[in-house]
């Protein structure tokens, strides 16, 4: 098998700025982004699971033009002063993709896309041209505390014929209250923040209009089925974020902190709304319908305990909240299982085994509501040890909990019999044991009992995602080189966690949030990296 | 204090400038690759309409198929989808009906508003169109194939209705296609309307207006659900050429040996003295993904992608007149129909049997166990056993002697329930 893929990133952009007078600043920023990949994807004739071989060749292009214009005019008047922004932005993307595929060759060889006798061809071109304007007003007072409110309007190509503008207002404020003669100066710097906004998210390419896709029936003659009932009516998602939060550095800078509070809703959400299926079709219609709650928290935390001539210690903490919930669909009270009115976004309803302690009986399943699909609770815990300023240990951990995931793996090992955790109960089911059974046990290990929902557990975890040992050589060491490091990094060294499937974090679907569970996806790797870095 | 005016006015006028060239930009965009609703609305488009309401139909029967093979004694499912495992206990939950629900409905709805586009556009004509005529027919296939299936129906977010509903509608459906079809090119749509109006019949126990329906489609006439590579390709197919979700291992098909021509079959895997499966070397896959180590029995009824599936054929109706006759005591008729099937397929006539006994007794050769094995073997994997199954309270959905060797929970599902999407949002339908 060879798998090849070649990707080409350009970035290019030209800047202008002017300043008519001190106090005006003026930029036009023109940039264009460029990638295109080519992915090949060869089994050869013979392969042991394509025996006839296939090929997949995948071109892909993004071209995004961007034409940035701000200014800024500078004003101050006794204690006060003044910033005055305003500015444009128009954005083109450009996407293009070929996919071929073919298969069934006839004999071996290097063989191409077209030497098959199945091919598979797509062909897409999108392009999503947006606009928008903003305004946008500071004032500051005797520099420590500064307000700022602003107004931004978009329009996009992808919102419907009969929506107009998008209109995002904004309002803010920071007061660096250790500036204050008040604040006491055993506090060190201290600055208080706050926040409300208006930011939007556009529907997609094809969401707006009623459109037919082409396919291909009665022997591979042309044929159009219906793709997108359309909604000329459709705008963007309006999320509404309200935060709060302080920050500061205390003892000489030795401990820094932040926390942030947030509350964000969603209106208007974009929801695929379908009709009962006896209505005619499942096609579902794109609308702003639906509110979505998101509130957590934000904490870092970093200390430095000891501070030396030849060793210096420091340790980090990060702990941040993420809750979410479905408020409001509107008036249906569920899209699918994992999408349900008062509760978390996606959310994972499964069986559960309704006597898992009956000796001798079946299992009985009856679906429950378990939990959220995404972590609620996310930390991070990190460690760096400096001795003699060339030696350095750095240590990172991170953990998430509260979010439940399928052990797809587990599910399918044991139906096989090939799971481990189910060896000793499957041994007892081929000996006819399953008299001192519990329904649990064989809820989870009896191939022809089991339901891939009980597969389903918390997957809670703490992994040590790298432990870095760093020397950095001794100048002269090596002739004509400015430093150089030797680095020995270890990655995935270890996870703890009650999970039985491969990997707690996995995420087979799940784009955009959207339901995930651990299916066809390999675990981390764990690596160790050797790296000798040299700088002349 | 003048240059600094003049030079204000500069950059607000430059300002303004980029404001109305920003202002002027034009935010629409037309991609390609989709067709709009309204493109369609011309006469020389309404084969690519017609075409689509046959993908939409198609759509349907061969995951019907796939599904009902598993769930009844037709196959055994021996792969490793999550469905899989339920279906060969005869276990169908109706989140797991959505798909079907969902494309039969659609089926019918896509042939109605195609029916719709076909009069705006073509006027007067579209009454005598064969793209009607053969609307009309899909239509009246997606109502047969609901009531047939599903243990109720609900239409328009109704309330549920039995099974009957679905056969009704079905029947008014092929009538229209039958008047549609004035033209020789609509030919096959009259045959295969007369056909469907056979099954709708039976649906509805009207056996003297089945015999009358089925008595015009000839014994070698099969209408086919159009499957096609690479588009629109058959599951039954992929899941047991491409893998081995199920297998004809220990089904009526597999007594036959050489395999019975309705119902071929690869050995791609035996079972050793160790009850292990041993490869014959026949096939890339020799046994399945259930944890009892099926040999996979490889169906070879559908041996290409594109392998058409049969939803309307002559030789269903001579069985449909072999029932009615059966229903009336004609053993003689009864052996003759069945004959007339037999030899379409070249195999030797069966003799008279001694007595219709009922499809519950156990004597392999009285007339109901011969029509059972018939039918089986006729219509295998064409997505119909399961109907046989509810219609005659037949005893594999007591115990599963065929297929399922471990003791049943309870009593096999012989229908769908109605799909749980369904469910949630029709407010008429209360589900249990």
Redesign the interface.
């Given at each position: 098998m060879q798998l090849l893929q070649e990707i080409n990133h350009y970035i290019t952009g030209v800047g202008v700025t002017?300043n008519?007078?001190p106090s005006?600043m003026?930029r036009?920023n023109v940039g264009l982004d460029y990638e295109s990949s080519d992915l090949q994807d060869f089994k050869p004739w013979g392969y042991f699971s394509a025996?006839e071989g296939d090929r997949e060749d995948d071109q892909l292009q993004d071209r995004n033009l961007t034409?940035d214009?701000a200014?800024t005019w500078n004003a101050s008047r006794g204690v006060f002063s003044s910033a005055l922004s305003?500015g444009?932005?128009?954005y083109d993307e450009f996407s293009y993709q070929l996919n071929g595929?073919d298969s069934r060759f006839a004999g071996p060889g290097d063989q191409l896309v077209g030497d098959g006798t199945?091919?598979?061809v797509g062909?897409?071109?999108?392009?999503?041209?947006?606009?928008g304007?903003f305004l946008q007003q500071m004032v500051g007072f005797r520099d420590r505390l500064f307000v700022t409110g602003g107004v931004r309007w978009d329009?996009?190509?992808t919102f419907g014929d009969d929506f107009g503008l998008a209109t995002y207002p904004k309002l803010s404020a920071a007061y660096t209250v250790s500036d204050e003669s008040f604040f006491p100066s055993g506090l060190g710097i201290m600055k208080l923040r706050a926040a409300w906004g208006v930011a939007g998210k556009a529907p997609s390419?094809?969401d707006a209009?009623?459109?037919?896709?082409?396919?291909?029936?009665?022997?591979?003659?042309?044929?159009?089925?219906?793709?997108?009932f359309?909604n000329p009516d459709l705008g963007p998602e309006r999320s509404e974020e309200l935060e709060f939060g302080v920050e500061g550095m205390l003892l000489d800078g030795r401990v820094a902190y932040e926390f942030t509070r947030f509350d964000q809703t969603t209106k208007d959400a974009l929801i695929c709304l379908?009709?009962?299926?006896?209505?005619?079709?499942?096609?579902c219609t794109l609308r702003n319908l639906g509110e979505l709650s998101n509130k957590g928290i934000e904490l870092m935390l970093n200390v430095t305990p000891v501070r030396m001539e030849n060793l210096e210690w420091d340790v980090g903490v990060n702990y941040g909240t993420n809750k979410n919930e479905i408020m409001d669909m509107g008036g249906?009270?569920?899209l699918s299982?994992s999408v349900q009115v008062g509760q978390p976004l996606p959310v994972v309803y499964d069986d559960r085994v309704v006597n898992p302690d009956a000796v001798g009986e079946?299992p009985v399943y009856e679906k429950r509501y378990l939990g959220p699909n995404y972590p609620t609770d996310t930390y991070a815990l990190s460690t760096r040890v400096t001795m003699f300023k060339r030696l350095t240990l750095d240590l990172l951990g991170e953990g998430q909990k509260g979010h439940w995931l399928a052990n797809g793996p587990g599910?399918?090992g044991?139906?096989?019999?090939s799971w481990p955790t189910c060896f000793a109960i499957?041994d007892r089911i081929k000996n006819g044991d399953t008299s001192t059974m519990t329904a649990g046990e064989r809820a989870m290990c009896?191939?022809?009992r089991?339901?891939?929902g009980v597969w389903t557990m918390r997957a809670d975890f703490f992994k040590l995602r790298s432990a870095t040992l760093a020397y950095r050589l001794p100048e002269g060491l090596l002739p004509v080189a400015t430093n150089a490091t030797l680095r020995l990094q270890a990655r995935n060294l270890f996870t703890i966690t009650d999970y039985t499937g491969l990997d707690p974090e996995a995420e087979d679907g799940g784009a955009a949030g959207t339901y995930r569970n651990e299916y066809y996806n390999l675990p981390p790797a764990r690596s160790f990296i050797l790296q000798l870095t040299v700088n002349f | 204090m003048r240059k600094?005016a003049k030079?204000?006015g500069?950059?607000a006028a430059?300002?303004t400038g980029?404001?109305v060239v920003?202002a002027a930009?034009?935010?629409?965009?037309k991609?390609?690759?989709?067709?709009?609703?309204e493109d369609?609305n011309d006469p020389g488009l309404m084969?690519?309409?017609a075409?689509?309401v046959?993908?939409?139909f198609?759509d349907v029967v061969d995951g019907i198929a796939f599904t009902i093979g598993r769930l009844t004694d037709e196959m055994v499912g021996s792969g490793?989808y999550?469905d899989t495992?339920?279906l060969?206990?005869g276990i169908i939950r109706s989140?797991d009906t959505?798909g079907e629900?969902?494309?039969t409905?659609?089926a019918?709805?896509?042939a109605?508003?195609a029916i719709e586009r076909f009069r705006s556009v073509l006027g007067q004509e579209a009454e005598t169109s064969p793209f009607t005529a053969r609307s009309y027919l899909f239509e009246g296939l997606g109502h047969r194939i609901l009531g047939e299936v599903f243990c109720q129906v609900?239409?328009?977010?109704?309330p549920a209705e039995p099974k009957s509903g679905a056969f009704t509608r079905a029947v008014t459906s092929f009538e229209n296609a039958i008047a549609a079809a004035t033209t020789p090119e609509s030919s096959d749509y009259k045959t295969a309307a007369y056909g469907g109006l056979a099954q709708a019949y039976v649906g509805l126990g009207d056996w003297s207006k089945a015999v009358e329906a089925a008595a015009k489609v000839p014994t070698g006439f099969v209408y086919a659900a159009?499957y096609?590579?690479?588009?629109?390709t058959n599951v039954v197919n992929g899941e047991t050429h491409g893998r081995p979700e199920m297998s004809a291992y220990r089904t009526i098909a597999a007594s036959f040996d050489p395999p019975d021509p309705r119902a071929p079959f690869t050995v791609c895997g035996t079972l050793n003295a160790s009850n292990r499966v041993v490869p014959t070397g026949a096939c890339?896959h020799s046994q399945g993904?259930?944890?009892?180590h099926t040999p996979h029995y490889r169906q070879e009824k559908y041996d290409d992608?594109?392998s058409d599936i049969p939803v309307v054929k002559g030789t269903e109706m001579r069985l449909i007149e072999a029932e009615a006759a059966l229903l009336d005591g004609d053993l003689a008729m009864f052996t003759g129909k069945v004959n007339e099937v037999r030899t379409f397929h070249g195999l030797s006539p069966i003799a008279q049997p001694a007595s219709a006994g009922s499809i519950r007794d156990t004597d392999e050769n009285d007339a109901w166990s011969i029509l059972d094995r018939e039918r089986w073997l006729t219509l295998w994997l064409e997505g119909r056993r399961l109907w046989d199954l509810h219609r005659w309270n037949h005893p594999f959905i007591e115990g599963g002697r065929l297929v399922d060797k471990?003791p049943p929970?309870g009593l096999r599902a012989s229908c769908f329930p109605i799909?749980?999407?369904?469910c949630?949002?029709?407010t008429n339908l209360q589900c249990t």
């Open positions: 002017w008519p007078v005006v003026q036009l025996l034409l214009y200014g305003w444009g932005q128009v595929f199945i091919r598979d062909e897409s071109r999108t392009r999503v041209r947006s606009g304007f329009g996009f190509s390419v094809f209009a009623r459109i037919y896709e082409a396919t291909a029936a009665d022997e591979a003659q042309p044929a159009v089925i219906l793709a997108n359309g379908p009709q009962a299926p006896s209505l005619g079709t499942e096609e249906l009270s569920q299982s079946l599910y399918q044991m139906r096989r019999t499957q009896d191939p022809n089991s339901d891939q | 600094h030079v204000r500069r950059w430059w300002i980029l404001f920003f930009c034009d935010l629409n965009v991609n390609p690759g989709a067709i709009l609703d369609l084969r690519v309409v075409a689509g046959s993908a939409e198609s490793s999550g495992g339920l060969r206990r989140d959505n629900w969902e494309q409905h659609e019918a709805w896509a109605e508003s609900a239409y328009d977010a109704g159009i096609a590579v690479p588009e629109n890339s993904a259930s944890g009892d992608l594109g471990y929970d799909a749980s999407g369904e949630d949002l029709n």
